[in-house]
C-alpha cells in the first residue's frame, strides 16, 4: 500500500512538474529571473523510515524523470541526489526534543506547519542553489545563480507551502 | 571482513551518493559534448507522443490568437500575390522556374519548448517520415529559429538560438558585413552578434538576416534588429546586442527549409578542407 502511494506521488510530481511548471517563467529584458520547481516535493515526503540508500535511488529516478522532459539529462538528477544526501543531515538539525516516530513522514500531518516550513526551506533552498549551479556548470556566474535561486526559492515556496496547506499528506 | 562490512553498512549512502552524483557529472558533460544520447530524449516516442496530446488540449485556449496569427500570414502572402500578378510577365519560363525551385518547406508545429534554461531545445511534430533530416533550418513567420538536430521517424527536435551552441551567421543588411550570431543565456529576447569588424559602421535599428552563405536559411531571412552596440576595450571587433524578432514562449507553427542542393553544396566544399 506504501509502495503504490509513493508511485503515485512520484507520477503526479513529474507531471505537475512538466506539464504546468515548465511553462512558467519569470523573465525580463535583461534577465531571466527563474521559474516554479515543484517535484522536490516528492524528495521531501519520503518516509522516515527508508534507509539512506533507498532515499538517494528514489530521488535519483524523480529527478532523471523530470531531466526527460527537460532535455537536460543529469541536471535535474544531480540537484536531486544532493538534496537527498542533504536530508538526514537537515532532519537532524530539526529534529524535535522527543524524537521522530518511525512511521512518521515529514508532512503536516505527523510534525507542526512551522515545523515543514522549516523543512521544506532548507530542502528546497539546497536542491534550488545545486540546480542551478549544475545548469550553468561554473561558478563564474554566481550572480545569475543566486538570483535564479532567489526567484524560483520564493515562487516555489509559496507553491508547496500551500499545497502541504491543502493536501494531508500521510 | 567484517569490519569492512561493518564500514559499508554504516557508510554505504555515501559511497551510493557518490556514485550517483558521478554519474549525474558524467550525463551532463556528455550532453554539453553533443553526444546526446537519442534514446532519451523527447524525441522518443513515449514523451513524445505525450507532449502532443497535453498540446492538442492545450491549443483550445489559444484558437482565437492562432487564427488572428494565421489570418495575418494569409494576408501577407495574398498581397505578394498580387504584387506578382501585377508584374505583366515573368522573365523566365514557369516551367523551368518551377524546376529551379530548389527549396521545399515543410510546416512544423512545436510540441515541446523552453525558453528557461541555458541550453534550451524545441521539439516538432514532423520526422523522417515527412522529409525532415538533421541540419535544416528552421523559421518562424517572423525570422529564423534554429537548426534541426535529432531526427526519429515522427519527430524532430531543434537546436534554436536559445542555446548557448547556436551560432548563426547574420549579415547586417545596410553594408553587407558578416558576423556570428549566438546567445549569452540571459534574455530570451536579445541575441549577441560579434565578428564585425570596428572600421564599419554599425547603428541602433541596423537589421540583421541570414546570409545566404550556408545552406540552411534562404538569403534575407531576419535574425534581429541591433539594440546596442559596444566595442570592448583593445577589441577590434564590436559586441552587438540583437533583439529578436521572434517570441520564442509563445512559438506555435514554424517551417522546416529542405534544400535539394544542400548535399552538394557541403560535399563540394569539404573539399576545400
Known sequence: ?????????????????????????????????????????????????????????LSFLVGISVDIFYDSLGVHAGASVVTAFVRPLILKILEPDSGYSIKAIPSKHY???????????????????????????????????????????????????????????? | MRSLLLLLLRYGHVLLFLTL??????LIVKNNDYQRSVLIHSSNMISGNLMDRVNSWKDYFRLQEINDSIAMENARLRERLLYFAQLDKIP???????????????????????????????????GKVDGVDKRMGVVARDGVV?????????????????NSRSRIRGMIRRNGA????????????????????????????DTVLTSGYSTLFPEGYPIGIVTEVTLPRGSNTFVIKLRTPVSMAELKYVYIISNKDQQEQLELESLNQ
Open chain 1, 1 to 57: 500500500m506504501d509502495q503504490v502511494i509513493i508511485l503515485i506521488r512520484f507520477v503526479i510530481a513529474v507531471l505537475i512538474q512538466v506539464l504546468v511548471c515548465k511553462q512558467i517563467v519569470l523573465f525580463t529584458d535583461d534577465f531571466i529571473h527563474g521559474t516554479v520547481m515543484f517535484y522536490p516535493i516528492f524528495i521531501m515526503l519520503l518516509p522516515l523510515r527508508y534507509s539512506k540508500s533507498v532515499i538517494l535511488l
Open chain 2, 21 to 26: 552524483e558521478t554519474f549525474c557529472f558524467y
Open chain 1, 111 to 170: 510534525f507542526r506547519i512551522i515545523w515543514f516550513m522549516q523543512y521544506a526551506a532548507l530542502l528546497l533552498g539546497t536542491h534550488l542553489l545545486v540546480y542551478f549551479s549544475l545548469e550553468a556548470f561554473s561558478f563564474v556566474f554566481w550572480k545569475e545563480i543566486i538570483l535564479k535561486t532567489i526567484v524560483t526559492f520564493g515562487l516555489s515556496y509559496i507553491i508547496l507551502v500551500i499545497h502541504q496547506m491543502l493536501i494531508n499528506s500521510r
Open chain 2, 92 to 126: 523566365v519560363d514557369t516551367l523551368l522556374a518551377k524546376e529551379n525551385s530548389k527549396l521545399e518547406i515543410i510546416p512544423a508545429k512545436v510540441i515541446n519548448n523552453s525558453i528557461q534554461l541555458i541550453n534550451n531545445y524545441i521539439t516538432l511534430n514532423k
Open chain 2, 146 to 162: 534554429g537548426v534541426i538536430e535529432h531526427v526519429s521517424d515522427n519527430f524532430s527536435t531543434v537546436l534554436p538560438f536559445l
Open chain 2, 178 to 205: 558578416i558576423g556570428s550570431v549566438s546567445w549569452d543565456g540571459r534574455s530570451p529576447n536579445i541575441l549577441i552578434m560579434e565578428g564585425i569588424p570596428k572600421y564599419l559602421s554599425v547603428q541602433q535599428g
